[in-house]
């Protein structure tokens, strides 16, 4: 993005000072910058998550939802654990 402005306005270093700082004076390459730089990548960010996030709810569907309260992954449900730390500080 900056290799256009620099051979824009190599020739005339004095157009991009304004009021003691550097700034860029054209607005149109101020605009297709900020669409190239930062619109277009945030699109493509925005489609690829949306498009995870429902590929994810599919095969969340496609397997079942897990029970989150019962054995999941064979680890000791809360009322085994629950037990077995009462007795181990009897």
Known sequence: MSLPLSLMY???QGSLI???TCQIPDPLYKLIGSIISFYIPLLVMLVT???T???LAQQQQSLGAPNWSSNWMGGP???ALGESLRNSSI
């Open 10 to 12: 190599s020739k005339d």
């Open 18 to 20: 304004m009021d003691g």
């Open 49 to 51: 998550y949306w498009l």
């Open 53 to 55: 996030v429902r590929l």
């Open 77 to 79: 449900s809360s009322a």
